[in-house]
């Protein structure tokens, strides 16, 4: 009995040894190896340990934020972030990622303020003017949008994500030309770019070249079977051609699709309407009515009564 005892005290000795034994950096190999993993949780406490040893390393806070956020634990994130910078005040990576935090908080004033600062400690910090162009663009400084997207664009002219932005930034600016150029660049770059192809049509119909936006809105639904905006503003157009059978089709379609969309069933009814199938017609927006639109509601009452 006592050589027992004796064994499960060795025992219990060697594992506080062991546990003692780990150094910050084999902590630190064993955190990173978590992570790749998708423990998020067995990252934060390697993580922890290796900052209980180094209260100042600052690689550390920095990782275990980042666990932190794929944790959605944003709050010890945004802390871990701070000590980082605390510890090294000019980490522009470190304001990159709380600035990208923020944005997902919806703090847009803190994530504009940490872009700032991200560009002045490091002005190649490439992403950050991306970052930042979608914070401009969101708050209507197209102007400054545009050169922060033109920015990040010099480092990446062909990336996929820069070069919609910048496109979807001439939309708002009503300058289609040229964002049809560049959703052309990008379908060049992926044929099935089936948003590219939306955009586009969608441009293409501001500049009254109908023909060019009904082939995209089709080459969009062929890329995407279930883009139900595409079969709505497809159905829009054919409306005002007065193809309203194709309208009735695509409005249809985007029933199927979302089946609790009040401005579909109006369109289709008035669509019905316009071909003599007036009950049918008083159906649909008959419908649209009861799931809301107090203009159907409206409509209804005057001409379906």
Known sequence: MRNKYLFLFVILILNLIHARGQSSDEL?????TKYQNKDFAG???????VIQ????????????????????NNENALSDYSMVLYLNPKDANAFLNRGILYTEM???KNALMDFNNALVNNPALSSTYYQRG???????LDSL?????NNFLKFYPQSINGNYALANLYDDMEEYDAAIKIYTVLISADSSYAKAYYNRAYDYDQVSKTEAALADYG??????????????????IYNDMNEFEKAIADYSKVIELEPQGTDAFFNRGIA????????AGCTDIGKAAQLGDAVARKYYKVNCK
């Open 134 to 140: 979608m914070l401009y663009q969101k708050a209507g």
């Open 145 to 149: 949008a545009l050169k922060d997207f």
């Open 272 to 279: 019905k309407m316009n071909i003599g199938r007036k009950s």
């Open 106 to 108: 919806g703090k847009d």
């Open 219 to 236: 080459k969009a639904i062929r890329f995407d079977a279930r883009y139900a905006d595409a079969y709505f503003n497809r159905a829009y």
């Open 28 to 32: 630190f190999v064993s955190a990173f």
């Open 53 to 72: 040893q180094k209260p100042d390393y600052a690689d550390a806070y920095f990782n275990r934020a980042i666990a932190y956020e794929k944790s959605g």
């Open 43 to 49: 990252a934060i406490d390697d993580y922890t340990k």
